[in-house]
């Protein structure tokens, strides 16, 4: 079946980098447009950024546009979202997901990133 396990979360300072894996699996990977997410407790589930399938096109939300870069590697169904300059408002769970997987409701545990001021 579908599944996404992220990893690489942590505590870091403000102004710090963190860079987040998504390792995926049970549908095609590199024919899938890929999406990293975030959470805060009492929102709704943010669109964070995108990578199409072959990698040449990315979108960002503006919030983080000049901060975070995402990319992927379709050898190890592998995706990923580096973060720099990271500020207290990112601090939010983060997860993946193919943007059109998401009726199947296949989310992973995500992983917690927290950034302190």
């Known amino acids: 079946q579908v599944q996404f396990v992220e990893s690489g979360g942590g505590l870091v300072q403000a102004g710090g980098s963190l860079r987040l894996s998504c390792a995926a699996s049970?549908?095609?990977?590199?024919?899938?447009?890929i999406g990293w997410y975030r959470q805060t407790p009492g929102k709704q589930r943010e669109l964070v950024a995108t990578i199409t399938a072959g990698g040449r096109t990315t979108t960002y939300v503006d919030s983080v546009k000049g901060r975070f870069t995402i990319s992927r590697d379709n050898a190890k169904n592998t995706a990923f979202l580096q973060m720099s300059s990271l500020k207290p408002e990112d601090t939010a769970v983060y997860y993946c997901?193919?943007?059109?997987?998401?009726?199947?409701?296949?989310w992973g545990q995500g992983t917690l990133v927290t950034v302190s001021s």
């Open positions: 997901n193919a943007l059109t997987l998401i009726n199947l409701n296949a």
């Open positions: 049970g549908f095609p990977f590199s024919m899938r447009t």
